[in-house]
């Protein structure tokens, strides 16, 4: 069974973003790039499936401009069979990218999808819903524990949902996305860097895949959150039902 | 790209060669491809899998021309003779590097991607180019990026660099800026007085190191070096005679209690013929080097001296920015007792650096140099500048001081030392990276030989002392160690070596006492109010550590390591007042009670910026700086 793994280049996580002066979106010059945290913990739950004797081969799957091949190589380094990079440059939205990936699901025919639950820089926790959506595939998303029958051709799923721990069977061929405390990633080994080097990437563009890019979505502006201000003492709870009514108009 | 080279000389070395361009599972720089100079053909996994494979050596060496190689597939931790009688000593240093993890060789591996390490590394693959033959060259570096661990100034004198790349310019490197103008001035509380400039920045640049490094990288990239960022080089590796053969690096996913976590990853032996150290100033294994070959004593050099720089770049103002312009100062906020200065300097994009640089042998306990920093940026004559502006990245580094009275022997057997991590630093230019990018060119000229032909790798040190650093440092070496007679001595000494000697002083004067022992006890001083932060012109340390963007994976052993752990609260902190909780720029030192009402000592060591003040300025050298797991510390990226 093929495994395919989608893993996308955002800012890292440690880094102090900064809005662009023309409120366009966030400055990504000169920022340090690295794999959003979520598709590691995804690039590591198919590599154990694999190590488990359960998939013949995980195939990661990134889209994005020409510098998005760096996280492919990274997760290459880590375990990862192939590569494909669909290049695309622009704003990729989670509808595109479900719609792309539904054109590769074609071509590769993988028994399992992995997706983060989320990307970083969006946080818009859509792109695995969505692909499993278009191709009629069960989902179990924020994963936190799973577990593969190969031979009843299922995954048991445990779901992290705002109630607690929900269990969901799904059937194979299913779109799975991680949560934080699926798995703790692996570090890619010198020797694996070197390893990598030599796997086949293959790649796309959304032309080639019959992908119409348009997107009905546009980013009008990108601000700042508003300043935090200095938090005020109140002597008596009287004056505190004061301000909350005549200042914060909360009340 | 791979390349299969297969050559014969004279030391019957048949190489295998992979070109990579990969990086750690934090990814930075990225390298097209298609850009390296070698053309794809054969298929490599079987020279991939014959280089990655444990103790078996990829290739054998024969002739023993080559400072006493013998047994190479043999790394078994020396019994040193001679020097340090003490088995602890020998385990401590040399490690054992055969037995239980993969081993990768190359003919050099160089250990930082800094700019001495990049220059020797690119240096090396022009050597070969020129001569018709291939050495492997590996650089490990423990930032998560090129570039993420360099801090400078800087205005760039473009010597070395001419001579290394001289088509830079059309190559498009980051440098950009011409100095347009150098205003040197003395400040006292309220006011800037105007002196002349010492320096001469006409034909230098005012840039961003870590941009300059970047960029380096990927040209040592193109002709086929092999760059491992990520990865931290935490041993030495030795044969049975006491030579270096390599570096080990850190084992991966160990727990703060030293447990091996999930993703538990052992570190990989990286062997070199010649190792060569550019770790920067105070390079943890380069100062254990010095230390187990002696290299300081080797020719009466002096010790070390250094200074604290902290720095943040701003985005200003466009009707405030004048690119090219230069501005550094001496006198307030710092006391006549304690020597330093600060610079401003206009970078491109309305982006502006400013710093404080201190001195390490400050007498004063109480003595903050990140405060004295937040004072500098509210004078008179700076605040207007910084005014309405943002601060963008903020960083801290240690910088060496001691000129060409500290430089070490910088040879030893299996290798040598470049750039600060010997300390090539010219003081009153106040510029380091062109004599230590040239440090690194001719280490790698005297290695080349050294390979190809047999010829001794001390040649690196007679080509040093031939060539214009030499020359350059030898003018500059007596304005430092003069203001450790006070501030107009200092001055006064200066203007002599600078008009009347014009750099050919018939003496040397001496550096006065080791920076850590140069600390007063706290009861000689009082404690200093420094102003709070106004959170627009100054901030607090945790709003700056924020944007240096360092961060370390908490759940790992802390890399500062306390070689007596009941000093601090025994000593440090009755002594001296706990002077680490002052000068560390990190907040990393932290004394707070316990439950009993005790002072403990509390090292917070995932906000560390690797700047190595603690390991210099601690009075009984009690901290020990170690390499933390690869991949961490800060993410400069304008700095």
């Not at chain 1, 119409?212 to 005020?232: F, H, I, N, Q, Y």
């Not at chain 2, 390298?31 to 494979?53: G, W």
């Not at chain 2, 070969?128 to 492997?136: A, Q």
Request: net charge neutral.
């Amino acid at each position: 069974m093929k495994i395919m793994v989608a893993v996308k280049r955002v800012i890292d996580y440690a880094v102090k973003i900064r809005v662009k002066a023309d409120k366009s979106g966030v400055e990504t010059q000169n920022v340090k790039m690295s794999m959003n945290p979520f598709c590691e913990i995804a690039l590591e739950e198919a590599l154990r499936i694999k190590e488990a004797g359960l998939a013949s081969e995980v195939v990661a799957v990134t889209m994005g401009p020409k510098q998005s091949i760096d996280t492919l190589r990274t997760g290459l380094a880590m375990g990862a069979d192939r590569g494909i990079h669909v290049e695309a440059t622009g704003d990729l939205f989670p509808l595109a990218v479900a719609k792309l990936f539904k054109a590769l699901v074609e071509i590769e025919k993988p028994g399992l999808i992995i997706l983060g639950k989320q990307a970083i820089d969006n946080d818009c926790n859509q792109t695995g819903q969505m692909v499993a959506g278009l191709l009629g595939w069960p989902q179990g998303t924020f994963a936190s524990k799973v577990v593969l029958d190969k031979e009843k051709q299922e995954v048991m799923v445990d779901r992290e949902v705002d109630g607690g721990l929900e269990t969901v069977c799904l059937n194979l061929p299913a779109v799975i996305t991680t949560d934080l405390r699926l798995n703790q990633p692996r570090y890619a080994t010198l020797p694996n860097i070197m390893k990598a080097k030599s796997k086949p990437v293959k790649k796309y563009t959304p032309e080639e895949l019959n992908v119409a890019m348009k997107s009905d979505l546009e980013v009008v502006e990108v601000t700042e959150p508003p300043k935090r201000k200095a938090g005020v003492l109140v002597s008596s709870v009287d004056e505190l039902i004061d301000k909350l009514k005549n200042e914060a108009h909360v009340i | 790209m791979n390349r299969l080279v297969s050559f014969r000389s004279k030391s019957r070395i048949s190489t295998i060669s992979c070109s990579s361009s990969f990086y750690a599972r934090i990814l930075g720089n990225s390298i097209d491809a298609s850009r390296t100079r070698s053309p794809a053909n054969a298929s490599d996994s079987l020279a991939t899998l014959s280089r990655c494979s444990s103790l078996v050596p990829a290739r054998t060496l024969t002739g023993s021309s080559l400072f006493g190689f013998r047994n190479r597939s043999t790394a078994s931790w020396s019994n040193l003779t001679g020097h340090e009688g003490s088995q602890d000593f020998a385990r401590r240093f040399c490690s054992d590097a055969a037995a239980e993890r993969e081993s990768m060789e190359y003919d050099v591996v160089i250990v930082g991607a800094g700019p001495a390490g990049l220059s020797a590394a690119i240096r090396l693959k022009q050597l070969c180019g020129e001569k018709g033959v291939d050495l492997s060259v590996c650089v490990v570096e423990k930032g998560a990026e090129v570039g993420a661990h360099i801090i400078s100034g800087n205005v760039f004198e473009p010597r070395a660099l001419d001579e290394l790349l001289p088509e830079w310019k059309k190559e498009e490197a980051p440098i950009s800026v011409s100095v347009s103008s150098d205003k040197f001035w003395f400040l006292t509380k309220d006011r800037a007085f105007s002196l002349p400039s010492p320096f001469d920045n006409k034909n230098n640049y005012v840039i961003s190191l870590s941009q300059l490094v970047r960029w380096m990288g990927s040209k040592a990239e193109e002709y086929g070096v092999e760059i491992y960022p990520g990865f931290a080089a935490s041993e030495i590796l030795c044969d049975d005679n006491g030579s270096v053969i390599g570096i080990g690096t850190n084992d991966m996913g160990v727990a703060k209690n030293g447990s091996k976590k999930e993703n538990f990853q052992r570190g990989v032996a990286l062997k070199g013929r010649v190792t060569l150290f550019a770790e920067g100033c105070r390079g943890s294994l380069s100062e254990k080097i010095i230390k187990k070959y002696h290299l300081r004593e080797k020719r009466n050099a002096q010790h070390q001296t250094y200074a604290l720089g902290i720095k943040e770049v701003w985005e200003i103002d466009e009707s405030k920015h004048q690119p090219g312009a230069v501005i550094h100062t001496l006198g307030w906020p710092l006391d006549q007792k304690t020597y330093g200065g600060s610079f401003l300097y206009h970078m491109s994009e309305r982006q502006v650096a400013i710093g404080l640089v201190v001195a390490l042998n400050y007498k004063n306990p109480y003595l903050s140099p990140y405060e004295e920093f937040q004072k500098l940026k509210h004078h008179p004559a700076i605040k207007p500048i910084l005014e309405d502006g943002t601060v963008i990245q903020y960083g801290a580094r240690t910088l060496n001081e001691g000129g060409i009275q500290s430089v070490p022997y910088p040879v030893f057997p299996g290798g040598a030392i470049i750039g600060c991590s010997a300390g090539f630093l010219n003081v009153p230019k106040i510029k380091g990276t062109h004599t230590a990018m040239k440090s690194g060119m001719l280490a790698a000229e005297a290695a080349f030989g050294t390979l190809l032909e047999g010829s001794n790798l001390d040649s690196y040190w007679t080509t040093l002392q031939n060539s214009w650093v030499w020359e350059e440092l030898h003018k500059a070496h007596n304005y430092r160690p003069a203001f450790d007679h006070g501030f107009i001595p200092g001055m006064a000494i200066s203007a002599v070596e600078h008009y009347l000697f014009r750099g050919k002083s018939p003496f040397t004067l001496k550096h006065g006492k080791p920076d850590h022992e140069a600390t007063n006890v706290a009861r000689s001083h009082s404690p200093i109010e420094y102003p709070k932060p106004d959170g627009v012109l100054s901030f607090d340390v945790p709003t700056s550590l924020h944007r240096s963007n360092t961060n370390h994976d908490h759940d790992q052993p802390a890399h500062l390591k306390l070689r007596d752990p009941e000093i601090p609260t025994q000593l440090n902190l009755p002594e001296y007042d706990g002077p680490e909780s002052r000068y560390c720029p990190a907040r990393v030192y932290e004394y707070v009670p316990e439950e009993s009402g005790q002072l403990k000592l509390q090292i917070n060591a995932q906000n560390c910026l690797h700047c190595k003040a603690c390991d210099i300025k601690d009075p009984k050298q009690n901290i020990e700086w170690t390499v933390p797991e690869g991949g961490g510390g800060p993410g400069y990226s304008v700095m």
